[in-house]
């Protein structure tokens, strides 16, 4: 079997897709917290649960990314290396969908 260098670019886009994913929520975390002259009047109930949901799901988008993108640059666990793409492309698009098209195509050359 031919190896290519198909996994390991998707592998590196899947890593800075998640990599970006991760920082960006954890600069919109910051972000909401540094809000400074908000009173409590200000804001309803429910959305301060809301505003730091979306963060942590973005760094567990994030995480599965790197986890994907690690495993598909070392060729193993094509499945997970999968769906760490298809959470790249959840995070930065024009990212994920390259990284999901190179892993797909290679799924002979995983262990």
Known sequence: MKKTSKPKIGGILTIIS????????VNYA????GVSGLSKGDIPPFV???????????I???ILALIGG????Q???????L???IAGSLSILPLGIPAIILISLSKDEFA
């Open 18 to 25: 998640g990599t970006l994913a991760s920082l960006g929520a």
């Open 83 to 85: 769906v760490g793409s």
């Open 48 to 58: 301060p649960s809301i505003i730091l949901g979306v963060p942590i799901l973005s």
């Open 75 to 81: 060729r193993k666990k094509w499945k997970w290396a």
């Open 70 to 73: 690690v495993l598909a640059i």
């Open 60 to 62: 567990i988008i994030g």
């Open 30 to 33: 910051i972000g909401f917290i």
